[in-house]
């Protein structure tokens, strides 16, 4: 899409440092989570038990349990483990099975990754600004050169030639349309080959 002239958007929302700030946080390496510690998964599950009623067992049948669960759950960090104790506390009537503490545990997201996809959006937006801003002065013819328009992501590029803003010719490379001087006389007109004037 191809702003229109004097519409909204015509400065930058994010300036260059704060979009290299970005693509840092969006480019790193998520670091890897420790397993929490097997007492204090212990502890959790054992708060949980204290809360929320369950199938009665003998101590045999109860320790097989726990070590299932922890089995089953010792794998996960302690902040996902924080996580599925707290969301069991509000939506559970009965202690949950470990299928549903594995649904529940599966909707957790660490904060690194949060904050990594809003930085992916927020790139994203900008980029996508710019790209208005850049289409709008190739439009209006504010300057728009043709090193800035190679210089320019392959995505503008094509979506400026989709436009009619810019030529691909057949080496694939996109060129800006000739714009008409209003200044200079129109082309003089010339005759087909049968003598009629052509305008």
Known sequence: MIERRGAAHELA??????LAQLRD???????????????VLV?????????????????????????AY???LGHMPKEQIDYLCNAVL?????FPTIRECLEIAGQWRRQDAVDQARARNLIANEMHLRMLAAHRRLKWGEGVTQEEVDSWPEGWREAA???GLLHRDPARLYQIRVRPDPAL???????????RRMD
């Open 13 to 18: 929302r994010l300036d260059d440092q704060t």
């Open 25 to 39: 946080i969006a480019r790193a390496p998520l670091a890897p989570l420790e397993p929490i510690c097997p007492d």
């Open 43 to 67: 502890q959790s599950l054992a708060a949980l038990d204290a809360a929320l009623p369950r199938r009665k067992t003998d101590e045999a049948t109860g320790k097989l349990m726990l070590a």
């Open 70 to 72: 922890r089995r089953k």
């Open 90 to 94: 509000e939506r559970c009537d009965w």
């Open 161 to 163: 030639a989709s436009a």
């Open 185 to 195: 006389p129109p082309p003089p007109a010339t005759e087909n080959d049968d003598g």
